[in-house]
């Protein structure tokens, strides 16, 4: 699976969103998007919502996903496995890496590098030997509603609820086959609520009613190290360097090209 620059950026976001706070916010919408579009060809939609129990486990996943909504000082790393059922062909299995001081982040799926740094937003494309660089960035937690209306928003989306313990880990896990964004979302997490692993399978939104066309995003987070910053991967100067006011490459991007956004 190429790695190009567009699917670095919304790959990595997606990595990072999904091991340490979760991928809902947009599942109420795209919802509601689909029931007007076929209220309009006349077809009356009736949506379930989950029985007491399984709120319960909803409730307790939605702060699970928000338990880490305020830490902004941590170091993550893991595996990311993507695996495209139309296209055997499309896949990918790399490790990645994110750190976080504050208003600063790092961000690497494999060999290639996303850092916001104060001074400059950069992308390190290695596949491509090009380094991206635009204005800086804010960091921000993704933005969300709160862990009791996403609780609600999901009671509405007709999955099947479950809840699990095995090995020390909790996993809950919602099914439904026929949703139009997300049709399994499974994440484990241990006794301190922190997230272990998280398994996505999203549709073809051109051919919504084919499961075989399905892709699924698994994640596995070997280490969790709160408090803890890679400061060397937060430096400037192991992007790029200032030589005669002319910004260049550093040593180790030597041949690089340097884009300006």
């Not at 029931?35 to 409730?59: C, M, P, R």
């Not at 595996?79 to 062909?89: E, G, L, P, Y």
């Not at 809840?163 to 997300?182: D, F, M, P, V, Y």
Request: some cysteine; aromatic content about 6%.
């Amino acid at each position: 699976m190429k790695l190009n620059t567009k699917y670095i950026k919304g790959f990595i976001v997606i990595a990072v969103i999904l091991t340490a706070v979760g991928t809902f916010a947009a599942i109420p919408s795209l919802r509601d998007r689909l029931i007007w579009k076929k209220s309009k060809e006349g077809k009356h939609i009736v949506i379930t919502e989950n029985n007491k129990q399984d709120k319960a486990v909803l409730d307790e996943l939605t702060k699970v996903l928000h338990a880490m909504d305020t830490v902004t000082i941590l170091t993550a790393t893991g595996m990311m496995d993507a695996q495209d059922f139309a296209d055997s062909s499309n896949t990918m299995q790399v490790d990645f890496c994110y750190t976080r001081n504050g208003d600063q982040g790092y961000y690497r799926v494999g060999q290639n590098e996303m850092v916001s740094l104060r001074e400059a937003y950069i992308v390190v494309a290695h596949d491509l030997k090009k380094i991206f660089v635009s204005a800086p960035k804010e960091v921000i937690n993704p933005v969300r509603l709160p862990a009791s209306t996403e609780a609600t928003f999901l009671s509405r989306e007709m999955y099947k609820v479950s809840r699990t313990e095995n090995n020390g880990l909790t996993q809950i896990a919602l099914i439904n086959n026929k949703h139009a964004s997300c049709r399994e979302y499974r994440i484990s997490f241990d006794s301190a609520a922190v997230i272990r692993s998280a398994v996505m399978r999203m549709p073809n939104p051109m051919k919504l009613e084919d499961v075989t066309k399905d892709k699924v995003l698994k994640i596995t987070v070997n280490s969790w190290e709160l408090g803890v910053v890679r400061r060397d991967l937060l430096r400037m100067d192991r992007y790029l360097v200032q030589e005669q006011g002319q910004l260049l490459p550093s040593a180790r991007l030597k041949g690089y090209e340097l884009v300006k956004e």
